[in-house]
């Protein structure tokens, strides 16, 4: 952790034992009574603590804000839902990259029982969001829409902002070299392991989409939404 996020904080503070926030500051970190961690309220402030006390059942510390919440990049994010394992890995590297917006969607050759699935229906991706923005040390993470179909997802992504889409059959423009508007918001859809269908090709075709690739060879979802969330925010002048 690069930073320690909370819902809430107030210029005194108190931390069960057991949360595991509390387990990093003594375990990992180490910290004693009278030092400082860099800690930050989720979409909010960011600012030093002070451990003021310490003992079995709690920690106590002081809270000083003393930066507000940097914007996320403008960039929304279409995934096809993949095994939660994997989505697990998605989400949290997205947020790390600082992505603005994410639309989770089912796709023609999705396994339905993905959107159902506990990382969903218990909110335990939002833990993981929280773990990549601490992870970046940031105190911003993304909205998180779902869609049933590709259809849904482009239309909750709109259309006031470039739109691409990576596809592994069609191949389209280099994502690495592909000319954009730097202040222009950009919309980017990846589909799972088997790809969008012919159907779901035409949709994106009909909503002004470019057809982008990153390479020659076929990557996972996982790799897929990192490598080219990277390339495109550099294309943006982002990173």
């Known amino acids: 952790m690069n930073i320690i996020l909370f819902d809430h904080l107030d210029a005194t503070n108190t931390l069960a034992a057991t949360d595991y926030r ?3 500051i003594k375990g990992v970190l180490r910290l004693g009574v ?3 961690f860099v800690a930050g309220v989720i979409n909010g402030s960011s600012g030093t603590a002070t451990l003021l006390a310490s003992d079995t059942e709690q920690l106590t510390f002081s809270y000083s804000a003393e930066a507000a919440s940097e914007a996320l990049h403008p960039l929304t994010l279409i995934v096809v839902q993949v095994r939660p394992i994997s989505m697990r890995r998605i989400l949290r590297e997205a947020v790390s990259l ?3 917006t994410l639309i989770l969607s089912g796709a023609d050759s999705v396994e339905k029982s993905y959107a159902s699935a506990k990382l969903y229906s218990e909110g335990e991706y939002r833990s993981i969001l929280i773990d990549g923005a601490m992870q970046s040390g940031k105190t911003a993470i993304p909205p998180v829409h779902f869609a049933h179909t590709i259809a849904e997802a482009i239309e909750l992504a709109g259309s006031d902002a470039e739109r691409i889409v990576m596809d592994n059959k069609e191949r389209g423009e280099r994502l690495s070299t592909m000319v954009l508007e730097q202040e222009q918001p950009v919309v980017l859809a990846i589909g799972g392991e ?6 779901e090709r035409s949709l994106f075709r009909d909503a002004s989409y470019r057809f982008a690739t990153i390479g020659e060879r076929v990557l996972r979802t996982e790799t897929a939404v ?14």
């Open 226 to 239: 990192s490598a080219a969330t990277a390339v495109l925010l550099g294309r943006m002048g982002r990173i």
């Open 98 to 100: 600082g992505v603005g």
């Open 22 to 24: 509390a387990r990093h």
């Open 34 to 36: 009278g030092e400082h």
């Open 194 to 199: 088997r790809g969008f269908s012919d159907r």
